[in-house]
């Protein structure tokens, strides 16, 4: 078998592959080729994709190779498999799986600790999704189980290794840019709102509510006198009239 013949079945090999190819399975399947070469062929394979400008590319996935659509492209494969995807990770299956990921090998009283919540229903299905996995033991009081993350994890994030991982201090500046962005949005859909209001219901200006038709605040002794003068001439007979009982 030839070098070009051995790099074209690699490249068919990947392609019908939907989890990373390690290097022994590929060889296993070739048989007769070298290691080396054979990591060679792959990084050929790389650069053709890269510099052909092809919709995918060639990466590494903890250890192993997969061939990944390009980011760029991302939505209009979203589109043909809409419907078809599996469920997403919940917010607290994400934090979870992200403390696991730092801080590993953990127990999950530590986890929970972090969290402030019991995490049972999320650690199952994070193990059920196998993207974290029993390590080992602590040597602590009761032997309690450690937690990783698996293969799966970085096939599922893209991940070469878990030295991959974004740096503490690339979150943070990431999530408060998030935030910001959020508060701008708002802000925008605050002003939008309001040019709306005005244009349909005019400028709304605020009433006094406290100022009397005459312009005396109600609270004025001279508008208090007024108001109860008006109410004993309505509520009793005026003097000089007789009443009712009076005329029989």
């Given at each position: 078998m030839d070098r070009n013949e051995a790099k074209r079945i690699i490249e068919a090999l990947l392609f019908a592959s939907d989890v990373p190819l390690l290097p022994a399975k590929i060889k296993s399947i070739i048989g007769g080729i070298d290691v080396k070469v054979l990591k060679d062929l792959i990084n050929e394979l790389r650069q053709?994709?890269?510099q052909d400008g092809h919709s995918f590319a060639l990466v590494d996935i903890g250890g192993g190779y997969q061939i990944y659509t390009r980011q760029e492209y991302a939505k209009w494969v979203q589109e043909l498999f809409k419907g078809k995807r599996s469920a997403k990770l919940t917010a607290a299956s994400l934090e979870t799986l992200a403390i696991v990921a730092y801080k590993q090998p953990i127990i999950k009283a530590?986890?929970?600790s972090i969290r402030g919540v019991n995490v049972d229903g999320v650690m199952a299905t994070l193990l059920e999704r196998n993207l974290i996995q029993?390590?080992?033991r602590d040597s602590r009081p009761g032997?309690?189980?450690l937690f990783g993350t698996t293969a799966e994890f970085l096939r599922y994030f893209g991940l070469g290794s878990l030295s991959d991982l974004p740096r503490m201090e690339e979150l943070e500046e990431y999530l408060k840019q998030r935030e910001?962005?959020?508060e701008k949005a708002q802000d925008e859909i605050d002003a939008e709102l309001r040019n709306y209001q005005i244009a349909t219901h005019g400028e709304q200006v605020e009433a006094d509510l406290g100022a009397e038709a005459g312009g005396q605040d109600a609270g004025e002794p001279g508008a208090?006198?007024?108001g109860t003068a008006e109410a004993?001439?309505?509520m009793n007979p005026r003097e000089g009239e007789?009443?009712?009982g009076d005329r029989y």
């Open positions: 053709e994709y890269d530590d986890i929970e029993v390590v080992g032997r309690p189980l910001a962005e959020r208090m006198e007024e004993r001439e309505t007789e009443s009712e």
